[in-house]
């Protein structure tokens, strides 16, 4: 009955978003906190998901869609506003460097991401760079001058993001003077999501241990929600989008102290 159980939590957490608490698992099986830790030691231990405080998400095995197409294909998607909010990112990258107010970047995963990562072509005197993502850290590495420092951890798919305890204790081992990440959705207060909680602890380290916060997304994800809430833009924080969004939602950012860049000359 115990392998059974093991297997029915699989089948629960891949009807739920592939992440489950503790809780809901004790509730559903009506078994203790401690019989639902000891199956969550066990599958992690199979290499069936990966725990997390209060939880677990399952791991998301690499198949022959997530491959370098997968990133290429989601490049030919808006690729052309996608490279226009990269270049935002790049130039506000290169204000503070030659402000002198940058000498520690982050830069987070995704498709924009990877495009402000390609942009980033001027000198980078004594800037650090460091990423928990393999395509950005390989773009980054195409310029030899570049101290790139890779995040350690388990890598997920399709995003190839180091996620987990190393790389949260790594990314907060730094300082970062500004940090550039992608968003899954942002509501209409301001608040800030992802898809899954596997990465919210990254999320969170990296928002913790940056001076500024820089939020790349386009239009189409703005007072949008998905599953994981992180935090709020507020004062200290900038958000680079294209110009059309709801004024509502501007209006709402600005009196919360947070810098909106939607066009060049930042």
Do not use: W
């Not at 405080?53 to 198949?63: K, N, R, S």
């Not at 030659?98 to 924009?112: E, H, K, M, P, R």
């Not at 909680?197 to 939020?215: D, M, P």
């Amino acid at each position: 009955m115990k392998e059974d159980r093991k297997e029915l939590i699989i089948d629960y957490m891949q009807k739920h978003n592939e992440t489950a608490s503790v809780a809901e698992l004790c509730e559903y099986f009506q078994v203790s906190d401690m019989t639902i830790r000891r199956d969550l030691q066990a599958l992690e231990k199979a290499q069936k998901l990966i725990r997390h405080h209060g939880g677990a998400t399952l791991v998301q095995a690499p198949t022959s869609q997530y491959t370098a197409e997968s990133l290429h294909t989601r490049l030919l998607t808006n690729h052309s506003l996608k490279m226009d909010l990269g270049s935002f990112g790049a130039e506000l990258l290169r204000e503070a460097i030659d402000s002198g107010t940058c000498n520690s970047v982050f830069l987070a995963s995704g498709s924009t991401l990877y495009c402000m990562a390609s942009l980033i072509r001027f000198p980078l005197t004594n800037a650090t760079v460091v990423t928990d993502n393999v395509n950005v850290s390989q773009a980054l590495a195409s310029n030899p001058s570049y101290t790139v420092i890779m995040i350690g951890g388990q890598l997920i798919f399709p995003s190839l993001n180091a996620v987990g305890h190393l790389a949260e204790k790594m990314i907060r081992s730094f300082t970062y003077d500004y940090a550039f990440i992608g968003a899954a959705a942002i509501d209409e207060n301001g608040y800030v999501y992802t898809y899954n909680l596997i990465e919210a602890g990254t999320f969170h380290a990296i928002v913790e241990s940056a001076k500024h916060v820089v939020v790349i997304a386009d239009s189409s994800k703005i007072c949008q929600k998905t599953f994981v809430q992180l935090f709020q833009l507020k004062e200290g924080f900038t958000l680079i989008t294209n110009p059309d969004i709801p004024e509502t939602f501007r209006s709402t950012l600005q009196s919360n102290g947070v810098r909106i860049v939607t066009e060049h000359a930042v």
